[in-house]
């Protein structure tokens, strides 16, 4: 199955100048429970974003240029290896858009504000087609910049 995971503010926003626009370190433990063992794929700038590989996670970067440093790999064959396992789409925006139409499956987390000039944002969720069924509102703590709900999304059938 294809699960997408992000954390957008109030207005969907998920980035700005090729990084998280908060410091959030609830939603990276929640980002790190849900993904921890499974297959990453993600779009070239969500790459270069990282401090580098995530413990205990397969890195699959799609990019329109050849590389050789990082395992890449094609459209066709995320829809694919989705058959076998469940993939985890994390960005960045173009990703997330690319993807949706074939997601079953969403968590994402809004983060209480709103980002000033945000350059990203994830698309938006038609509500006929998925449906909210948990939402857990959490308060900040001394480590993040805001309060956060964590919303689990899942496609209609």
């Keep these: 199955m294809i699960v997408m995971i992000y954390a957008c503010d109030l207005q969907n926003a998920i980035g700005k100048n090729g ?46 240029n050849s590389r050789t440093d990082i395992d890449t790999v094609t459209f066709e ?31 994402r987390t809004i983060i209480h504000c709103n980002v000033t000039e945000p350059d990203t944002f994830a698309p938006a969720i038609d509500e006929n087609e998925f449906s909210v069924i948990q939402s857990n509102f959490v308060k900040k703590t001394e480590k993040d910049q805001y309060d956060m709900t964590f919303e689990l999304l899942e496609k209609q059938h």
């Excluded at 297959?39 to 890195?59: F, Q």
């Excluded at 989705?82 to 960005?91: R, V």
């Design 19 to 64: 990084d998280l626009p908060w410091r959030q370190s609830t939603d990276l433990q929640h980002f790190k429970r849900i993904t921890t063992g499974g297959t990453i794929v993600m779009g070239r700038k969500t790459w270069d974003s990282l401090p580098g590989k995530l413990p205990n996670r397969k890195h699959l970067v799609m990019t329109r």
């Design 77 to 107: 064959e995320v829809l694919e290896l989705s058959n076998e396992e469940d993939i985890f789409i994390i960005g960045g925006g173009e990703i997330y858009s690319l993807f949706l139409p074939y997601a079953g499956r969403i968590h």
